[in-house]
């Protein structure tokens, strides 16, 4: 199992974690709400007997504790009301906006009473709800409690919400801060990597070279000088490539359809004789912003892995085209194609189908595309036993340089 499937776990358990924590509040809320409603719909059953008891004594009766009771209900928003629908009574209604509520704590406004017509639209909303009146008959008349959920009640139903709203969001948060701090740290190592891979190079091949003049005087040696002289070459572009990859990139207009067409033709020389190359290129000049030396490392790896794709025997077609803001180049081969288990992650480093090898090609390839040309680099189709095709999109309109 590749890092990669082991860090998908890690953010399935995760994910699992946060949906089970965030259901549980969600039960234990529910439940802490049908309770504290039951003790509501209890607290005006007893205000309905405090106020039916209060109209029935007589003479010098104990008033205290039904006034006590009735007095203490100072939360429960209640419309007592009677047969003739009138609006008898009336507790803990507030018709004011929270900005108003604000600016009549300032002072700022003055207060009012509460109007009919709003009592009577609160009245109807209560009505609309699901919650049944509670009945009291008083002295023969019949009268009917409303009521609606106190605000502490309609406070802790949508706690729960704000409350995984605001985890969601921190842990939102939380992730792209380490993600962008993670991105970070991968180019330090990957700038770092590069300046040391060309140092390391560049120390040796100074000492090949002052060998090669050395030989050059000698007499038969014309030959092996040659072959040892483009070896050489070939190492210095590849401790330039390395260079500027932990550097700065600048980037020059250049025409890509000769760039290409000579990167793989110095290619086509260097591969196994079975293998095919097929051009299809346009007959014109495309000059866009690009690091030369950069693309043609992206190009090569893509050849290099389509070559292994095949086992050195196959064709590869690479073509460019354009549209109005890019151009695009496809480089396709009739390999096994890749293995859809690794697909998806397959521009990651370590990821690779080779027995052989660190999985650091198309991870740099996409690199260079994305982070140095501003591009884009995807796998367009690929079958078991068909192929693949990888595209590249290039930007026409750049700045002349790029960090």
């Not at 605000?151 to 995984?164: G, S």
């Not at 064709?315 to 109005?324: Q, R």
């Not at 501003?374 to 790029?402: D, W, Y």
Request: charged residues 25%; proline residues 2%; positive net charge.
């Amino acid at each position: 199992m590749d890092i990669y499937s082991k860090k998908q776990k890690w953010k399935f358990t995760l994910l699992g974690f946060a949906i089970i924590i965030g259901i549980s509040s969600l039960f234990v809320t529910n439940r802490l709400v049908k309770q504290l409603k039951n003790e509501e719909r209890k607290k005006i059953q007893l205000w309905a007997h405090a106020t039916k008891h209060l109209v029935s004594i007589t003479g010098e009766g104990d008033y205290s504790l039904a006034i006590k009771v009735i007095s203490e209900n100072s939360n429960i928003p209640v419309i007592l009301v009677d047969e003739c629908d009138s609006i008898l009574e009336h507790r803990n209604f507030n018709q004011y906006s929270k900005a108003d509520s604000l600016l009549l704590s300032l002072g700022l406004i003055q207060e009012q009473e509460i109007t009919k017509s709003f009592l009577r639209k609160e009245l109807t909303q209560i009505r609309e709800g699901t919650e049944d009146p509670i009945e009291i008959n008083i002295l023969g008349d019949k009268q009917w409690i409303y009521y609606k959920d106190s605000a502490l009640l309609y406070q802790l139903r949508y706690y729960p919400i704000y409350q995984l709203g605001f985890i969601g969001l921190f842990m939102f948060i939380a992730y792209f801060m380490f993600s962008a701090s993670r991105k970070s740290e991968q180019n330090k190592v990957w700038a770092g990597m590069a300046k040391e891979t060309a140092h390391q190079i560049a120390t040796p091949l100074s000492s090949l070279m002052a060998w090669i003049e050395l030989l050059k005087g000698k007499e038969g040696t014309e030959s092996m000088v040659h072959e040892m002289e483009k070896d050489i070459k070939r190492l210095e572009t590849i401790t330039d490539r390395f260079s500027k990859i932990g550097s700065k990139s600048e980037l020059q207009k250049v025409d890509v359809v000769h760039l290409i067409r000579q990167s793989v033709e110095y290619l086509k020389s260097r591969m196994p004789v079975n293998t095919l190359f097929t051009l299809d290129f346009p007959d014109k000049e495309i000059i866009i912003p690009i690091n030369s030396i950069l693309l043609e490392w992206v190009v090569e790896n893509l050849v290099k892995n389509a070559v292994d794709a095949m086992k050195g025997r196959g064709k590869i077609k690479i073509s460019i085209t354009e549209d109005t803001n890019n151009l695009i180049l496809n480089i396709a081969d009739n390999g096994d194609g890749i293995d859809r288990s690794i697909l998806k992650n397959i521009f990651k480093p370590g990821v690779t189908s080779k027995k052989r090898g660190w999985g650091l090609g198309l991870s740099l390839s996409k690199r260079i595309v994305e982070e140095y040309h501003k591009g884009s680099i995807f796998v367009m189709q690929s079958e078991k036993g068909v192929g693949t095709t990888f595209c590249i999109q290039l930007p026409k309109n750049l700045n002349s340089t790029a960090s």
